[in-house]
């Protein structure tokens, strides 16, 4: 086999490992030296000298090394990524990154919140007087004893005496009542000091206070919210003590107001003049 047939046998096969992109140095130098060693066979002509022969071998290795060493050039070069595959480690633009539409926005840029609209109409209602209808009407003014589905009447009790007295106040109403107030005013005439109070309905259903106010001994029953008074006829009645003798009863007074079928009502009265003599009424 000549040099150059040795030659084009090494250069078809490195063209056939570079085309595999897996060049096998030691592999190619084996078929190299299994050649070599065909050519001494028995029957094999020797043409040149074995000086000339191992210089043969040394160059074809030498020539094996060169093209090998171009060979892995031209693979490394074969599966060298092109400069556009390198593209795809550029960060794409925040505005078309779908991380940037998914992390919230800097606090420092976010804008302030703007005023909602409910904030700025609690804020106006606020300043402006409300238009809607007053949740309880103006009481009515009594003027007498009878008003709807009211009466009145007042009265000094016949078992007062000359240290003690009672006064009551008497209601008859037609409807029922989901509001009412009874007031007796005593005047001060004398000694008149506060000696107890009583109501005919039950006591659970109402506050009752006594104070002195302007010269007059003040009672007021106030019928508690969530109760009710049943139609009928009932008293209220103020005890006092005062100086000895008979007492004038003329300044005395009472008014009552109430609600009946979500109206209000007022009555009002005043006492006859009660005076003892000898012990009788």
Excluded: C
Excluded at 53 to 59: L, N, Q, S
Excluded at 72 to 91: I, L, N, Q, R
Excluded at 207 to 218: I, R, S
Aim: charged share 20%.
């Amino acid at each position: 086999m000549s040099q150059q047939d040795v030659h084009d046998e090494l250069r078809a096969r490195l063209h056939e490992a570079a085309e595999a992109h897996e060049p096998d140095r030691a592999r190619v130098l084996a078929r190299i030296e299994r050649g070599m060693t065909a050519q001494d066979r028995p029957g094999h002509r020797a043409t040149l000298p074995p000086v000339f022969g191992w210089i043969r071998v040394v160059g074809a290795t030498a020539a094996v090394a060169a093209v090998l060493g171009f060979g892995g050039y031209a693979v490394a070069s074969a599966v060298k990524p092109t400069p556009t595959e390198k593209t795809v480690a550029v960060s794409p633009t925040p505005s078309g990154s779908p991380d940037a539409t998914s992390r919230p926005p800097s606090r420092s840029a976010a804008p302030p919140p703007p005023a909602t609209p409910s904030t700025s109409a609690s804020s106006r209602a606020s300043s402006t007087p409300s238009s809607s209808p007053k949740a309880t009407a103006t009481a009515p003014v009594a003027t007498g004893e009878q008003d709807g589905p009211l009466w009145s009447d007042g009265s000094v009790d016949p078992h007062s005496n000359d240290f003690w007295a009672q006064s009551d106040v008497t209601l008859k109403t037609t409807g029922r009542l989901t509001s009412l107030t009874v007031r007796l005013k005593v005047a001060q005439t004398g000694g008149v000091s506060n000696a107890g109070a009583w109501r005919s309905l039950p006591e659970t259903d109402f506050t009752q206070t006594v104070a002195e106010q302007d010269g007059f001994l003040v009672y007021t029953w106030t019928l508690k919210p969530g109760s009710g008074v049943a139609v009928g006829e009932w008293v209220f009645a103020g005890q006092y003590n005062h100086k000895q003798g008979g007492r004038d009863a003329g300044d005395d007074s009472y008014t009552i107001t109430g609600t009946a079928g979500g109206k209000q009502y007022a009555v009002t009265g005043d006492f006859a003049t009660h005076t003892t003599t000898d012990g009788d009424s």
